[in-house]
């Protein structure tokens, strides 16, 4: 078996887009890189864990898992948004055990300890005599909160630079789109067996897959034109859109002059259209398996609108199965002894280069400083 260092030295993260070569197969089918991008990619980037709405007013939460860790967030009588461990300093369950929602205290229901809005523990039921418990050292564990146009971010990260100079050029990118005056409809999410980069990778050919695989969706696109423009750590992927009444569900609801596909690293996708917009979280499951979690979001999401709302859903998610097939497919193939690796168009596939190579620096640095510690 290779060393975890060897399969990392096999991908050549200096190689320019045309001499370069996709991650090794290794890196999605080998439970030790997954353990790696855990304790690096998930425990150092910001991660998308809600949106600013369910923690708008004094008291809502929302709870999260980032790399394995049960996260709450909450907005503080104070108008602060703070977020916590959601681990009990007391025995370790869980203190909130909703998806989301408002209370005055976060009350632990397994032995009733409260902690403040603010974290702090306030209250311990039947402990009086314990010597040398300091109430101020004990209470919930934070971590790194902030927002963005519609969404919330934690990081695990005590050293994390801010999110908006994680985001970069992004925040300048989605700023004239106006989708913080959009609003949440619905919710879809998709277990998929297979490894998280396949997903994100198959976002990310520049529409290299979009004739062959959505007939419906390749209609409404001027293929030709489709851009891809990388900075930072995002993606930009966009298209011209071209009237078309070939598939009329699609016609109707995917409109504007163009289509804009932003992916942030490592697992953020935001797609634009007019009046419209859908977020996709990729969440790694284990090596194997990812969530996929779409939210959809509108310009008008009153009751006369909601059969044409939910008509878009549904071309949205008709995209998403076709896609699913041949993200499994690929995990497949990865484990095939006749796969290495594979080489990236140059003219699509430049997103998929900038991921991998992100990844490829985070992978190392994080080998790097974990032998830095053990020595
Ligand atoms: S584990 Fe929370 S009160 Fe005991
Ligand atoms: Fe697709």
């Given at each position: 078996m290779p060393s975890l260092q060897n399969i990392l030295a096999?991908?050549?993260?200096?190689?320019p887009l045309s001499e370069a070569s996709t991650i090794p197969a290794p890196w999605y089918v080998d439970s030790r890189i997954a353990d790696l991008e855990a304790k690096t990619v998930f425990s150092k980037s910001w991660q998308m864990v809600g949106r600013i709405e369910q923690v708008e007013k004094p008291g809502q939460f929302l709870t999260a898992n980032i790399a394995g860790e049960p996260i709450v967030a909450v907005r503080g009588n104070d108008g602060v948004l703070r977020a916590f461990y959601n681990v009990c300093r007391h025995h370790a369950a869980a203190v909130v055990a909703e998806a989301c929602g408002q209370a005055n205290l976060l009350h632990c229901p397994y032995h009733g300890w409260n902690y403040g809005?603010?974290?702090?523990?306030?209250g311990m039921p039947e402990?009086?005599?314990?010597?040398?418990?300091e109430r101020q050292q004990n209470g919930l564990i934070p971590v790194k909160a902030e927002s963005w146009e519609k969404f919330v971010f934690v990081s695990l990260d005590p050293a994390a630079m801010g999110l908006r100079e994680f985001l970069g050029g992004l925040v300048e990118q989605v700023a004239p789109l106006g989708v913080s005056k959009l609003h949440y409809f619905d919710s879809r999410s998709y277990d998929i067996a297979c490894n998280w980069k396949v997903f994100v990778d198959n976002y990310l050919d520049g529409g290299y897959h979009v004739p062959h695989l959505h007939k419906g969706l390749s209609s409404v696109l001027d293929y030709k034109e489709y851009t891809i423009e990388n900075e930072d750590r995002y993606c930009l992927q966009s298209s011209p859109m071209v009237a078309s009444d070939e598939d009329k569900a699609t016609g109707a609801t995917r409109k504007g002059d163009r289509a804009r596909y932003f992916w942030q690293y490592p697992n953020l996708m935001i797609n634009c259209y007019e009046g419209y917009m859908d977020t996709n979280l990729v969440l790694p499951v284990d090596v194997d398996h990812c969530r996929v979690i779409f939210d959809f979001y509108f310009a008008d999401v009153s009751e006369a609108q909601r059969a044409y709302n939910e008509q878009s859903v549904a071309v949205g998610a008709r995209v998403q199965d076709e896609d699913l097939g041949i993200c499994e497919a690929v995990q497949r193939g990865l484990k095939s002894r006749a796969y290495g690796a594979g080489r990236l168009s140059v003219r699509r596939e430049a997103g998929e280069h900038l991921f991998h190579r992100l990844l490829a620096a985070d992978l190392k640095a994080g080998v790097e400083s974990m032998a830095a510690a053990a020595d």
């Open positions: 096999s991908y050549n993260d200096r190689a809005l603010d974290g702090s523990l306030k402990f009086d005599g314990v010597k040398d418990f």
